[in-house]
């Protein structure tokens, strides 16, 4: 019976033991190659610049960029991101010579108090940016509702962050907002946001 | 349709396949089509669907320690994409019966459920006489703003209403039930139209659809889906008669919802529309953002001591342009198509509530009855209410008028008599001689002076036929004559009248063996200026006012762009207190705002201040002001504001084809909601998309069940030069779908649905 079955213990050849270690080895940086691709792919940047406003920053490649209104210099939107979209935004505000940034945060909780449905503060904290920078970072929540009466979505919680700079008379707002569930998952997209951002 | 090549795609690794996309063209047309620039639109039809979506729920509530309460509902017509709404002014202004602080709007989200309330309205402008309104959804429930101009909602535009004739088909949609039943439709046909005093023959169209009265204020269309008539029922009375009524809630907090809740009137039938052409001018000025300031030199009127009453009722078969009756009538021959009867009003006070009851041989007849409407005549003067275009059948009419469900005049008159040649006067006018004798300047405003003239047609009149002409002042007999007939059997003859007229209101009428043949009134005023009566002078517009006179740096014949406010100053003499005076503003010859009432200002005066107000910027056009008396057009002054004439489109309604749909999972069918449908501008293919927003017409994220529905209205293009349209669902995990070439011409129907079926990457 013997002869009919090779000896499967036997030892493999020298070729066959490298060409194992090589189909692993392949394996390994195919997927690794695959991970990274993927990583870059989802983490891919674009580099946005508004001269007027005298802004320069990294904003997430293929997202929808909408930077033609008055109300922002720059909003940046994830396509893809369900049930809400992921959102970054750079904003101006004109404010006057003995404006605090608090006081720019006074002013956008009442203006969106009115706006945003069960808006609420979470925390303000005094931080200091990357270039020595003072700010200040202001965690909110509200609901998100579809305004077109006619279709029927459920109200998403929104966790949303602010930082404040100010910048002679300007005070300059950069925003994140996001699905609850999703906000830490995310929350590196601003931080990258807030590290690339140049004022000049 | 799907580029392999397209930069979008090889992002996404792979193209959805076109054919996936499932396009279907709805049969669901946008109902009206004003303003549109091109080529004729294409013939439409009544969709019960659009008009539907548009037709709101009006809630009048009030705030109590307990929470709100409801105190009256009624319907309403949305009339503009940004939230206009037409409906009653008995539904939004608050009264006595309905206490209101808040109006709130429900709207209709599926078709076959009661409204969900939704939105908060300001009042913009009313019409208590019309008993018209127009609001403006200004907020959500819970207090957030909305901006002018941020919303897209379904709405129907005004359709013409002279337009509609005996028989047509008549669609009514409204909420017929305190909020508890879905929007509903009625149909039936038009059966006559109502005269009434100072509107003209066609003040109400008769429906002989059932429309229970709830639907107050909502729509009355015509087989083109165009709005022609506002269903209107009088307003409920705090006092008055059996109102019926629901008690929903425990208003009282006492723990028990009983009859001594707040309670929601309902109940009654609606057989009166009031014609949408009497709603343009308020609906295109709050289109333009122009509100008419206070009146603030004349002040307000006493209201009037005795008890409101009607009195001296009789018929006329003629109404001249003056709106004075031609001739009086006692009886009428067969196939007679118009009746009018007159009635003096006195101590009446505005918002009252007034009805004309008629029986033919003894039976209630609702066609010629002026069902219970809102007065808006004021205190004293001579009314009307008549019938029009339908051949009266014979028999005896008993004609009873009501005021506040209290009746106070009656008047019989019989149609069907033979052709009978019985004397008569009628026709009658005023004014005054010139040198040569011949009568001038006639209609029914006089100059002061010590004479007048009227002159008036006789015929089948006798020689020795007593007559007798009695003139009056302010109700009071001045002076009369008695003579045996003279002249010819018929022609036209002229009185003087010598005595001292002062300003005021005065009254001829004609006799003939004691019975009333004609009558008319007429108003002395202002000083005469060749044959012509001159009361308003001196006329200055101003950009600016202060303390009632006009900032002298800014008044101007043609005033530059964006000023926010129009005022106009002029000087007026001789003109008696309570004399009913019109004034009516247009914006290039449209006549936004119309007001009839007693002069309450001084006899004399200098600088009687009127002014025209915007929410921004009044828009650059011509504006006019004509004022009137008893018809007669005095004066009629214009000015221009930046280039004088209306931005083109001004009125246009957004016009375009609206887009719908649901992205759903290829393999289970359920609905993604979250996921993204964009259209790109017509200029943009799917591969010159760089997703950037200003390359976007319109985003819509599905909803619960995958649907969605792009916010904005898709611009047509025409069969020569159709527009194509490229768009693109997306959602996270799902392979994304485009295409290009969704081809929209002018024929194309409006809502385009398109289903879409997206497969795991």
């Not at chain 2, 008159?413 to 010139?434: K, W, Y």
């Not at chain 2, 003499?573 to 705002?593: C, E, H, K, N, Q």
């Not at chain 2, 289970?668 to 200029?683: D, N, W, Y």
């Not at chain 2, 649907?707 to 996270?732: C, M």
Request: proline residues 6%; hydrophobic residues 40%; negative net charge.
């Amino acid at each position: 019976m013997s002869d009919f079955f090779p000896d499967i213990h036997r030892e493999l050849t020298f070729t066959q033991r490298w060409n194992s270690y090589l189909a692993l080895v392949m394996a390994g940086v195919v997927l690794f190659l695959g991970i990274s691709m993927r990583s870059s792919s989802l983490n891919a940047a674009q580099v946005f610049e508004n001269q007027e406003a005298g802004i320069r920053a990294q904003v997430p490649l293929n997202w929808l960029i909408d930077s033609k209104s008055d109300e922002y210099v720059i909003r940046a939107e994830d396509p893809n991101a369900l049930p809400f979209k992921t959102l970054l935004q750079v904003s101006t505000l004109t404010v006057g010579p003995d404006a605090a940034p608090r006081n720019v945060l006074d002013i956008l909780d009442i203006q969106r108090a009115s706006q945003l449905s069960a808006y609420r503060v979470i925390s303000r904290t005094e931080e200091t940016l990357r270039d020595g920078t003072p700010a200040i970072r202001m965690h909110y929540a509200y609901t998100q509702d579809e305004r077109n009466p006619f279709l029927e979505s459920l109200p998403v919680v929104v966790e949303g962050v602010d930082v404040v700079i100010l910048r002679r008379s300007q005070a300059l707002v950069i925003t994140y907002r996001e699905e609850q569930n999703s906000f830490d998952d995310n929350l590196y997209r601003f931080e990258n946001l807030l590290q690339t951002l140049e004022i000049f | 349709m799907c580029d392999q090549h397209y930069p979008l795609t090889r992002r996404f690794l792979a193209c959805g396949i076109a054919a996936s996309l499932l396009i279907t063209l709805g049969a669901v047309v946008v109902p009206l089509r004003y303003g549109q620039a091109q080529s004729d639109p294409p013939p439409v039809e009544l969709n019960e669907d659009i008009i539907k979506r548009a037709t709101v729920f009006v809630m009048q509530t009030y705030e109590t320690e307990g929470g709100p309460v409801i105190s009256c509902v009624g319907s309403g017509t949305l009339v503009s994409a940004n939230g206009l709404i037409l409906t009653n002014a008995h539904s939004a202004l608050p009264s006595d019966a309905c206490p209101s602080d808040r109006i709130t709007i429900g709207i209709t989200v599926r078709l076959d459920e009661p409204p969900i309330p939704t939105y908060t309205v300001e009042v913009i402008d009313y019409s208590q006489g019309l008993d018209l309104a127009v609001l403006r959804i200004n907020g959500y429930l819970d207090g957030r703003i909305i901006e002018p101009g941020t919303l897209q909602l379904p709405f129907v535009e005004l359709g013409d209403s002279s337009t509609v004739e005996l028989d047509n088909t008549i669609t009514v949609i409204g909420y017929p039930n305190i909020g508890n039943e879905a929007v509903t439709v009625t149909r039936g046909t038009v059966s006559g139209f109502t005269a009434e005093a100072r509107v003209g023959d066609r003040a109400w169209i008769r429906t002989s659809a059932t429309i229970p009265g709830l639907m107050s204020g909502g729509g009355a269309y015509n087989r083109d889906g165009e709005l022609v008539g506002i269903p209107t029922i009088a307003p409920a009375r705090a006092s008055g008669e059996a109102v019926d009524c629901r008690v929903i809630q425990d208003s009282n907090a006492d723990g028990r919802a009983d009859r001594n809740d707040t309670c929601v009137p309902v109940g009654g039938f609606i057989s009166a529309l009031r014609p949408s052409r009497l709603a343009r001018g308020l609906v295109r000025a709050a289109t333009l953002g122009i509100r008419q300031g206070q009146d603030l030199t004349g002040s307000t009127a006493p209201l009037p001591g005795g008890s409101p009453d009607f009195s001296r009722p009789f018929f006329t078969t003629r109404i001249n342009e003056a709106g004075m009756p031609s001739n009086v009538v006692g009886g009428i021959p067969a196939g007679t198509t118009s009746l009018y009867l007159f009635f003096d009003y006195d101590n009446m006070v505005d918002g009252m509530i007034y009805e004309l009851r008629v029986a033919v041989d003894n039976v209630p007849d609702a066609l010629y009855s002026l069902p219970p409407v809102t007065w808006s005549g004021g205190e004293r003067g001579l009314w009307y209410i008549g019938t029009t275009g339908t051949p009266l059948r014979n028999g005896m009419y008993d004609f009873r008028l009501f005021i506040e469900g209290r009746e106070t005049a009656s008047a019989r008159i019989t149609v069907g008599q033979g052709p009978r040649a019985n004397p008569g006067f009628s026709d009658v006018v005023f004014g005054l001689l010139d040198e040569n004798n011949n009568l001038v300047g006639t209609n029914y405003v006089l100059p002061e002076g010590s004479g007048i003239q009227a002159r008036f047609v006789y015929h089948n009149m006798q020689p020795g036929l007593t007559w007798s002409h009695i003139w009056y002042f302010e109700g009071e007999e001045l002076f009369r004559a008695n003579a045996p007939w003279d002249g010819d059997e018929q022609g036209t003859r002229t009185i003087t009248a010598a005595a001292d007229f002062l300003p005021g209101q005065y009254r001829l009428e004609l006799y003939i063996d004691g019975g009333l043949s004609a009558t008319a009134d007429f108003v002395i005023a202002g000083g005469a200026e060749i044959s012509r009566s001159v009361i308003f002078t001196d006329f200055r517009f101003a950009s600016e006012a202060a303390g009632g006179l006009p900032v002298a740096e800014t008044v101007r014949a043609d005033f530059p762009a964006d000023i926010a406010a129009l005022y106009v100053f002029f000087n007026w003499r001789l003109i008696a207190p309570g004399t009913m005076w019109t004034r009516r503003w247009s914006v290039d010859g449209d006549v936004l705002f119309e007001i009839t009432e007693p002069w309450n200002a001084p006899p004399e005066g200098e600088n009687y201040l009127l002014n025209l107000e915007s929410l921004d910027t009044l828009p650059d056009a011509t504006y006019a002001l004509e004022i009137s008396i008893s018809n007669v057009i005095l004066e009629m002054v214009s000015v221009k504001v930046g280039l004088g004439q209306l931005p083109v489109g001004a009125f246009a309604s957004a016009e375009g084809i609206q887009m719908t749909g649901r992205i759903t999972d290829a393999e289970t069918g359920q609905g993604i909601p979250g996921a993204m449908f964009i259209v790109l501008k017509s200029e943009y293919a799917i591969e010159d998309f760089l997703w950037t927003k200003d390359q976007v017409l319109g985003v819509s994220l599905a909803d619960n069940e995958g649907r969605f529905q792009i916010p904005v209205l898709l611009p047509r293009g025409t069969l020569d030069e159709p527009i194509l349209y490229s768009v693109l669902a997306n959602a996270e995990g799902y392979i994304p779908i485009t295409t290009d070439g969704i081809i929209i011409t002018d024929i194309t129907e409006s809502p385009i649905e398109i289903d879409v079926a997206l497969s795991h990457n």
